[in-house]
């Protein structure tokens, strides 16, 4: 993974420009892109230190303002599909990709079947509905 630049580089290159030296004339003197030169100065006109901001972090999923919505529509028509959702949200003002709404019910534990797993039958033999959702195994 990258990592920020350290401390003293950060310091040398700020305090040749505070000096008198050009930005990009100190960024080449010391190894690094101008434009990175130009950033560190305005962090410091921003902040006061050259320190790095936090790198990473959790971020929220899209969907989980809209789990109940989902699931109730889910509900009320069970063939519907992921792409089908993703346009229904798009309706509704929540912009979410057909991605989005798979990785949202694969964390609730549902899945879009199209056809039954191998051994498994249902009414008549024929097999869960097409398109039905169905609730995944619990892993171990």
Partial sequence: MV????MDLR???VAAVEAGESRRSAARRYGVSGSVAVKWLQRVAATGSVK???MGG???PT???QR???LARIAQKADVTV???SAELAERGVKASPYAVWSFFRRE???FKKKPARGRTGPAGRGPQAGAVEALPEQA
């Fill in 3 to 6: 990592r920020p630049y350290g």
């Fill in 11 to 13: 310091e040398r290159v």
């Fill in 52 to 54: 790095p901001a936090k």
């Fill in 58 to 60: 959790y971020r929220r």
């Fill in 63 to 65: 969907l989980e303002g």
């Fill in 68 to 70: 109940d919505w989902l």
């Fill in 83 to 85: 792409r089908g959702l």
């Fill in 109 to 111: 534990g549902l899945t």
